[in-house]
């Protein structure tokens, strides 16, 4: 067996409330929420999620 790739990309974003940058993975399990002050990043929707966020970078 091969090893499995893993799909989604990794994105950096910027919370609307207290400006934290942080990297999230676009297709979430959970919602995510900020590391700072704890508002919702972005909204998991059983595959990419729905993001409140702003993205500023696809991150490789």
Known sequence: MGVSKMTGKFLKV?????????????????DVKCLVCGEVLAK????KARLKAKVLEVVR
């Open 14 to 30: 910027k919370c609307g409330k207290c400006k934290n940058e942080q990297v999230i993975f676009e297709k979430p399990a959970d």
């Open 44 to 47: 998991s929707m059983g595959g």
